[in-house]
């Protein structure tokens, strides 16, 4: 279980310890209420945006999305419509956050000042730990209008992109307990349902 959690498919799994995929997901079905804190690893990342022009000038408010992810299920545990990256602000969201064994960043160096409940692995030299999060940072933005890198729709406040950013975050982790839920049970079946029937 606890490879399975860490990130290792079924059929990995299957394949390290030389058993049966079936008994692989039988297992995660019996223990999938009760997965502990020892087995989860969470994923922090954040996106770039901007608001409404500043009064006087042609530039715009600079606004961080910082978001917080588990890899097993993929849910967003926690997120943060920002005007800065300081560490202060990383603290907070991990601290209103479950607990988790691992937290994996980037090379920010604002990562480096935070207090993480369990061990902390800062990668700089790719993104091979942090490819949950930064598959979900490209979900907010493929179904945000105003978080596509083209649009020319910005939001005006920074409590409208907050209000957008709840609304998405209670679809999309709704949308991944299902799935995770249906891949249990179907483990190669197609899903008969989409991100967009959560909305």
Not at 113 to 123: A, C, E, K, L, M
Request: aromatic letters at 12%; one cysteine or more.
């Amino acid at each position: 279980m606890k490879m399975y959690y860490s990130g290792v498919s079924g059929r990995g799994v299957e394949k390290v310890l030389g058993m049966n995929k079936a008994n692989v997901y039988n297992w995660i079905k019996k223990t999938d209420e009760a997965v502990d804190n020892s087995a989860r690893i969470f994923e922090l990342d954040g996106l770039y945006w901007f608001t409404e022009r500043k009064s006087g000038t042609e530039t715009r408010e600079n606004v961080y999305i910082l978001t917080m992810v588990s890899r097993l299920p993929r849910q967003i545990v926690g997120w943060e419509v920002t005007l800065d990256k300081a560490a202060q602000t990383i603290q907070s969201m991990v601290d209103r956050a479950p607990e988790a064994a691992m937290y994996c960043t980037d090379d920010y160096v604002g990562y480096m000042d935070v207090i993480y409940p369990g061990r902390h692995i800062r990668n700089s030299r790719d993104k091979s730990d942090t490819f949950t999060v930064e598959g979900v940072n490209a979900d907010l933005r493929h179904s945000i209008p105003i978080l596509a890198r083209r649009s020319r729709c910005f939001p005006r406040k920074l409590e409208t992109l907050r209000a957008v950013i709840d609304v998405f975050v209670d679809a999309y982790n709704r949308f991944g307990r299902a799935k995770h839920k249906y891949r249990l049970a179907h483990p190669n079946g197609e899903l008969p349902f989409a991100l967009v029937d959560f909305f």
